[in-house]
């Protein structure tokens, strides 16, 4: 088939509806396609593609009733995809609903992938308190704000690492410690688990239980100045008589 124009989608919704039961009408007060059974209004929006003018206009038609479809040609890209999924998100979000027209050579059809309904956004945030949490545990294991939001293909300061530079200055200003001893400095309950896993290769275990800080790991911290000087100045008052290593 050649190229799809938004007229090419109307008689397959059209069908759809009418099988259904509905009378249905295109182009009727601005509304690209109108269906009414007994008191029940349904609009549906036709494009070529899914944009934000689209949305826009489903959005306005609500205004008129609570059945809003928006409709399209299958997307030539997976359904399967994140960005698919995304969309359907955004859709579902704006309580729309979304219908696919497929064109084979057999004809075309249009197949409903998303109903108008309510969206429960109470439920929503329920299923994503998982993500809440750790957003919140991100930001509160961050003593500093050094990224910059909007930055793209730049290494970015997170919660770990900055456990891993508290770490790696520990080892650097009071030499071979412990895990106890460096979770007594203050750096948490993941040190051990940090340590172990070494990432960034900046520790070496020098026996069972001791770790200092690699040479890889004294000159990359370098890289950080402002963290280092904070958790340096976070020193001055410590306690650094820890139980012999040896």
Known sequence: MGKILEVDLFYPIQNYFKIMGYEVHGEVHHCDVVALKDDQ?????????????????????QRLTDTVYIAIPKPNYSLRTKKWKDICYLIRRLELGLIIVSFQKSGAYAEVKIQPDPFDRNKSMQLSKKKR????????????????????QTKIMTAYKENCIHIACCLEKFGPLSP????????????????????????????????????????EIKL???????????????????????
């Open 180 to 219: 106890k001893c460096l979770r007594e400095l203050g750096t948490g309950d993941k040190t051990l688990s940090i340590l172990h896993k070494n990432y960034f290769d900046w520790f070496e275990r020098v026996k069972r239980g001791t770790y200092i800080i690699s040479e890889k790991g004294k000159n």
């Open 224 to 246: 950080y100045p402002e963290i280092v000087k904070y958790y340096y100045t976070t020193f001055k008052d410590t306690e650094t008589s820890f139980p012999p290593t040896s």
């Open 41 to 61: 209004l349904i609009i549906v929006e036709l494009k070529r593609s899914l944009n934000i003018e689209l949305l826009i206009q489903a959005t306005k038609r």
């Open 133 to 152: 949490e750790n957003l919140i545990k991100e930001i509160k294991g961050r003593h500093g704000e050094y990224n910059v939001g909007g930055s793209t």
